[in-house]
């Protein structure tokens, strides 16, 4: 990802509270995907175009502002989780989509990954990722009831996966497919040590 080598076209003061935190938002992204999470704040406010004392009235602190970055994140795997379960195609091929989309996005941008330890402490954090996980699970359940999940899979495999596919694009450039491939297989009913019926 990279930061936009000029200020923005739209001057700040013209823009809306929620617009204002969209732009930070989103140099905030870009800025700590290029120098990490010890990007200075005085760093993000010039990639959006703002002063430093506008950052901090919509964040107080770097931590509130990685927070919500995680949030918005979470928000997103919620969103696709219910969008799955309302879908037409199917819990299991929902599920599928789902794990691909998340990864490949983690894959091409993985500042979130370390954000999610940095603040997961952070009760923002706390309340997206119960809210993400109830979600998940409802979508698991589903998935379950259609003969196509390991009995005993529940989000915190996700979880893993996910930590599986960052390791081992870290590893490897382009090792996370071949990661979630052998990841969904575990997951499948039939799998072994699944605790299905053969």
Known sequence: MSIPSQAPETCWS???????????????????????LDAPMPAIAAAAGAGVGSVYRQFPSKND??????????HEAEDGA???LAGCQGPFSALMGLLWTLAERQAAD??????MATVSEHPAVQRALASTIWSLERLLAAV??????????????????????????????GAWRRMLELGIDAL????????SAG
Do not use: C, H
Request: hydrophobic share 50%; charged share 30%; glycine share 10%.
């Open 14 to 36: 013209a823009l809306g509270a929620d617009e204002k935190r969209a732009r930070l938002m989103q140099a905030a992204g870009e800025v700590f995907a290029r120098d990490g």
């Open 65 to 74: 502002l990685l927070a919500a970055l995680v949030v918005e994140r979470l």
């Open 82 to 84: 219910e969008a799955a």
């Open 110 to 115: 993985d500042v979130l990954g370390e954000a």
């Open 144 to 173: 379950r009831a259609e003969g196509r999940l390991r009995a005993d899979a529940t989000s915190l495999d996700l979880r893993l996966l996910f930590a599986a596919t960052r390791a081992a694009e870290a590893l490897e450039p």
């Open 188 to 195: 499948e009913a039939g799998a072994p040590g699944s605790g």
